[in-house]
């Protein structure tokens, strides 16, 4: 039986090498452990979104866009971190086709509670 890994480096060009996947996804998964879901990302234009059950997190390793979110538009550029609660409808648009983002979703479904 394998021990799943406790800790270890999660390398961009590893999982940039796997996109487009085997149905042509852009998207790759980079690590599953509980309800800590990560994945590379470098989504075409237009990027659609759908709301999550769990909260997210994208870390934006280059390119820049804008994120359409609760009645906002904000844009965004390498080096930023977006967040969304769970279930807030959201889509990147005008973004730069060089676009690749981390993927975070985590804690519990329906999101965490604000303190």
Do not use: C, N
């Not at 487009?20 to 800590?36: D, F, S, Y």
């Not at 470098?42 to 390119?63: M, V």
């Not at 820049?64 to 538009?73: A, F, N, W, Y």
């Amino acid at each position: 039986m394998s021990t799943p890994d406790r800790s270890r480096v999660i390398r961009l060009t590893e999982a940039q090498a796997r996109i487009p996947g085997p149905a042509g996804e852009r998207a790759v998964i980079a690590l599953r452990r509980g309800p800590l879901d990560v994945a590379l990302s470098l989504p075409l234009r237009p990027s659609q979104q759908t709301p999550h059950a769990q909260d997210e997190i994208y870390f934006i390793i280059r390119g820049r866009g804008v994120l359409v979110h609760d009645s906002k538009r904000d844009p965004f550029e390498s080096g930023d971190i977006l967040f969304v609660a769970a279930g807030i409808e959201h889509q990147f648009e005008d973004t730069t086709d060089d676009l690749a983002l981390w993927r975070v979703f985590y804690g519990p479904h329906g999101g965490e509670v604000p303190v």
